[in-house]
């Protein structure tokens, strides 16, 4: 490792981060696309490319890229994760290009979290620890909920590499971050139809706004400052008692806000027969008490509960809201229970389907523990923020941290994570690549 304090080597891994971006590792379940054994052995041959370390490909439930450097106690994990969100609307450059401009670095995962893999995979690069195990692992399913990660914790359990700590490269803003929520989704699903209504034809788009932080994740949308186009929609309808005949909108993804939605239908009254669709009336109409859901949880988070409606599809004479639900609780059946009684109230017993899963776990760590205090004693060595903080969105350390495992997530100054444009600063990335070397030597070199 190079001495502490010196900078690490920028370009290279700059030349790292835009070789990773340019290569396509969207996830997306909804149109059935996501990284396999080919995405990831291209992202091993541009780490080998970059830092001449060679790289195991274990096939998971997505390919784990992961090498082993030292032995005995104690074992620490940097992780990350090498999967996108679809690139979705709205970008001024190509998604994909890699493009290095005014110090900032675009395209999908620049931030999100190809920046983390880079920094990784040059902070660690060759390094064989006097004391120790370190194991560098990047998962390929993380924006999916993550069941690689899942998986490589009984991997390293069969191979007695179980970790002592867990440094999670999935975080941004330079901050150490302690807590975050757990996540599931939610699908309500109800019979298409067709009825008529005298009435007034009437259509409405609704535009989502972001008023502080410049992403389109789900998990950092903030009720009481954001709008959420679909919330909108539901909130218009309701007022109105429109009847709902169609329903559109820049669906991207499960954890990804829609841009937009648009609704069509029939403002009853005096005027001439229009054709609406009750399923979908009552589905839009379950919106606003939905997200209001008052869910229970175990331990206290700084941004409570989030419900979000992010994508619509209409498949097979069946109308599907899929929701995107960020708690600090482990009880899939509690949440379960409170959409439930929602639903019931709002389109009755017996007329939806409702299926929620996920709920892999939720960080939390106590800022007293070893880990956290030499963290925020590299920080401060290095001049970087100490402050302990929860960041809004789930991550791969909640396959670990119920269970024992000493983790935290970090990563460098990022914007517009999952939305158009998505960039890292570059000067962040390098400082965030001499933390991690600074910190894995701090865990590893001293007695």
């Not at 956290?372 to 929860?390: S, W």
């Amino acid at each position: 490792m190079e001495a502490e304090g010196h900078a690490p080597d920028c370009a290279r891994v700059t030349r790292l981060l835009s070789a990773l971006v340019r290569i396509p590792t969207p996830n997306d379940p909804v149109r059935g696309v996501k990284p396999g054994m080919k995405e990831a052995a291209a992202i091993a041959s541009a780490i080998r490319g970059e830092t001449g370390d060679e790289y195991q490909i274990l096939e998971g439930p997505a390919p784990v890229l992961i090498r082993v450097a030292g032995s005995g106690r104690p074992v620490t994990l940097f992780l990350a994760h090498y999967d996108v969100v679809p690139p979705g609307p709205g970008w001024t450059v190509d998604p994909y290009s890699g493009l290095v401009r005014e110090g900032a670095l675009y395209g999908r995962g620049a931030a999100d979290d190809k920046s983390n893999v880079a920094a990784i995979s040059v902070a660690l690069s060759g390094y064989r620890p006097p004391r120790g195990t370190i194991v560098v692992a990047f998962t390929g399913d993380e924006e999916t909920g993550g069941r690689s990660a899942k998986w490589l914790a009984s991997w390293l359990e069969k191979e007695n590499l179980w970790p002592d700590h867990l440094v999670n490269g999935d975080g941004v803003l330079e901050r150490i971050i302690v807590r975050r929520r757990n996540a599931f989704s939610a699908r309500v699903t109800v019979r298409a139809g067709r009825e008529e209504a005298r009435g007034e034809r009437v259509e409405q788009e609704f535009k989502t706004r972001f008023l502080v932080r410049k992403t389109m994740h789900s998990a950092y949308f903030v009720p009481s400052v954001d709008t959420h186009s679909l919330v909108a929609a539901s909130l218009w309808v309701r007022d109105n008692e429109v009847l709902v005949s169609e329903l559109s909108g820049e669906w991207v993804k499960g954890n990804v806000v829609p841009r937009t939605a648009s609704i069509a239908g029939v403002a009853p009254g005096e005027g001439d027969l229009h054709s609406y669709d009750p399923g979908l009336t009552s589905i839009v109409w379950s919106i606003v008490p939905l997200v209001r859901a008052p869910v229970e949880t175990e331990l206290y988070s700084d941004y409570g509960v989030s419900i979000n409606p992010n994508v619509y599809t209409l498949s097979g004479g069946e109308h599907t809201l899929h929701l995107d639900i960020r708690a600090m609780s482990m009880s899939k059946d509690r949440i379960e229970d409170t959409l439930k009684s929602v639903l019931d109230a709002t389109i009755g017993p017996g007329k939806y389907e409702l299926r929620v899963s996920g709920g892999g776990g939720y960080l939390y760590t106590d800022p007293d523990t070893g880990l956290i205090r030499t963290a925020r004693e590299v920080a401060r060595r290095l001049g970087l923020p100490d402050r302990l903080v929860e960041a809004a969105g789930a991550s791969d350390s909640r396959h670990f941290s119920p269970r024992g495992v000493k983790a935290f997530d970090y990563g460098p100054l990022g914007y517009n994570i999952h939305g158009p444009d998505e960039h890292v600063i570059i000067s962040s990335l390098c400082r965030t690549t001499l933390f991690y070397r600074t910190l894995a030597g701090a865990l590893h070199e001293q007695a």
